[in-house]
């Protein structure tokens, strides 16, 4: 069975940084694509950062977002800088394994931020 474990969200200042990491335990496994969506409350799944096996990254906002990877953990991470109220949500853990024919999500993290 395969998990996705998601840490690092938490009741932030305005202004401020955190710092989300996932990783896979579990398996078999093949990694496609892993990466990070999330979810404001009452609306919907948003696409955040995405790394696609092959070399390609997606990451709309890479002037507050950045994203890494480390292949030999499995695992991923998302720091967030000058974090705004408009953050807020719950981040949740993708990982695409099209090897197996499954998609997996984390249980999710809040994320919430203070003015």
């Known amino acids: 069975q395969v998990t996705l474990v998601e840490s690092g969200g938490g009741l932030v200042q305005s202004g401020g940084s955190l710092t989300l990491s996932c990783s896979v335990s579990?398996?078999?496994?093949?990694?496609?694509?892993m990466g990070w969506y999330r979810q404001p409350l009452g609306q919907q799944r948003e696409m955040v950062a995405l790394?696609?096996?092959?070399?390609s990254t997606f990451l709309p906002d890479s002037f507050r977002y950045t994203f890494s990877r480390d292949d030999a953990r499995n695992a991923v991470a998302l720091r967030i800088d000058d974090l705004q109220v408009e953050d807020a949500a719950v981040y949740f853990c993708y990982m695409d394994d099209r090897e197996y024919g499954r998609t997996y999500w984390g249980k999710g993290t809040l994320v919430s931020v203070s003015s």
């Open positions: 790394y696609v096996n092959g070399g």
């Open positions: 579990g398996g078999p496994f093949t990694i496609y694509a």
